[in-house]
């Protein structure tokens, strides 16, 4: 065997070491698959809770974290099942904002019922909202519009666009009688 330059006795104080790490390593990883399992149990129970409530975008999340390989085999294939049932049902939308004249408006800021969603609007990205009543407000260059809409289970790809006009080029009320 070559040992390109060190001696058996490094060697072996290096694999010592990697004996030394890996015990403990293994100790910690036995411990976390135990509070891993309590983990999956609580994710299950609060997941099942949050859908209740018609929380399903937080419920599927409960449900992903508890469909990991780390939880016990049937709470995780349960979870899996929940999880891929919302993943059908949590609405979804895009967002748009134009001018007048029907030109994107990329920098705008969106926040859904106060809640802070994009900064910009020309990466495409779809959101997943929970079904009911929501307030979307649009922001661009310090102009604002709202919407108000209700997004249904099931509901996916909804675009919802908002459209800026310019008050100097709206028509006055004098020149449309005109």
């Given at each position: 065997v070559a040992m390109t330059g060190r001696s058996f006795f490094d060697l072996a104080r290096v694999a010592g070491l990697t004996v030394a790490i890996a015990v403990p390593l293994l100790a910690a990883e036995r411990e976390c698959a135990a509070a891993s399992k309590d983990e999956c149990v609580d994710a299950h129970g609060r997941g099942q809770d949050l859908r209740e409530k018609g929380q399903l975008t937080r419920a599927r999340q409960m449900f992903m974290s508890c469909a990991q390989?780390?939880?016990?085999?049937?709470?995780?294939?349960?979870?899996?099942?929940?999880?891929?049932?919302?993943?059908?049902?949590?609405?979804?939308?895009?967002?748009?904002?134009?001018?007048?004249?029907?030109?994107?408006?990329?920098?705008?800021?969106?926040?859904?019922?106060?809640?802070?969603?994009?900064?910009?609007?020309?990466?495409?990205?779809?959101?997943?909202?929970?079904?009911?009543?929501?307030t979307v407000r649009f922001l661009h260059d310090g102009k604002e519009t709202s919407l108000k809409v209700i997004l249904n289970q099931g509901e996916r790809g909804r675009v919802l666009v908002a459209t800026f006009v310019d008050v100097r080029q709206a028509p006055s009320p004098s020149s449309a009688s005109s």
């Open positions: 390989s780390s939880c016990p085999p049937l709470l995780q294939g349960d979870c899996a099942r929940l999880g891929e049932e919302l993943d059908r049902i949590v609405p979804s939308v895009s967002f748009g904002a134009r001018n007048s004249h029907a030109t994107d408006l990329p920098n705008t800021t969106v926040y859904v019922d106060d809640v802070l969603v994009a900064t910009r609007l020309d990466d495409g990205k779809s959101y997943d909202f929970d079904p009911g009543k929501h």
